[in-house]
């Protein structure tokens, strides 16, 4: 397989993100559907969450068993353990000390003062204020989307060395499995960045931008993985993502306990990551 044939399958890979991003411009959902959504998306990052982890671990354990067998180097392994807790502190608080600062920078809205004879009538002011908290809460809403795709990217770009490691090594079987995959894998991913958008209808263009964060970083994976074999990096990648996903899952989680209908949201979870299992069962199921 040559390298233009191997990053035309990463870009295939990647693309498949695009299938469930235009759910987010339905209209006229109810909080149920929301939630629903919202819900099956935690289950597909939980089950991302166990994937990387479980993949960055694997690189650790692999170098503590030669160390132990007298093959691998203590300096090594420790730069391994290094990365994993350092990726995955940034992944996590790095994440959150960058949207507690995007939210500091944006505008702040003002509610009026409720009671009293004052608030029978709106002053110009004050209808400005709501129209500015809605304003903030849609940009807050689309910046946490966005966040999603982020740090769904940083795992797709493990998957997109994956890829090119295998083709390079002369695996096509392999590699062709691993996108055939991935492909499948990362069409839920499409709603995991829009379901928790809520009655939030995004435009095309941050559709477009949002598939990009998450869906190019497979193709240059796939480029980097054709040209560098780095444990290291794959490592790091890892590390980033389980720290970024386990942030944002918590971010939705505890938007959607508003909405309430616990036991439905719990069910989608379920759902969500029985989907994650199943569509990646298909790389294992191919060696991968």
């Not at 505890?254 to 994650?276: K, P």
Request: net charge neutral.
């Amino acid at each position: 397989m040559t390298f233009s044939q191997t990053a035309l399958m990463g870009a295939i890979a990647g693309l498949t993100i695009f299938i469930g991003l235009p759910l987010g411009r339905m209209r006229g959902l109810s909080s149920q559907v929301r939630l629903s959504l919202a819900m099956f998306s935690v289950g597909v990052l939980a089950f991302l969450f166990v994937d990387v982890s479980a993949h960055g671990f694997a690189i650790v354990e692999t170098a503590v068993e030669k160390l132990r067998d007298g093959s691998g180097g203590l300096g090594y392994t420790l730069l391994l353990v290094l990365l994993i807790a350092v990726g995955f502190i940034l992944g996590s608080a790095g994440l959150a000390a960058v949207d507690r600062k995007m939210r500091n920078s944006g505008p702040s809205a003002v509610a009026p003062i409720a009671g009293g004879e004052a608030a029978t009538v709106l002053s110009p002011t004050e209808t400005q204020s709501y129209v500015n908290e809605a304003d903030v809460a849609r940009r807050r809403t689309l910046r946490t989307g966005l966040m999603i795709a982020t740090a769904i990217g940083i795992h797709n770009l493990g998957e997109g060395l994956a890829i090119g490691v295998s083709a390079r090594s002369g695996a096509i079987s392999l590699a062709t499995v691993l996108v055939v995959g991935f492909a499948l894998h990362n069409a839920t991913e499409g709603f995991g960045i829009v379901g928790p958008l809520g009655s939030v209808r995004p435009t095309w263009r941050w559709l477009g931008l949002a598939g990009l964060i998450a869906g190019a970083p497979v193709f240059v994976g796939t480029i980097i993985g054709w040209n560098v074999q780095s444990d290291p990096l794959e490592l790091a990648c890892y590390a980033l993502a389980s720290g970024a996903i386990l942030y944002v899952i918590g971010e939705i989680w505890h938007a959607m306990r508003r909405l309430g209908h616990r036991e439905l949201g719990l069910l989608m979870l379920g759902a969500g990551f029985v989907v994650g299992v199943v569509t990646d069962l298909v790389v294992v199921y191919g060696g991968g």
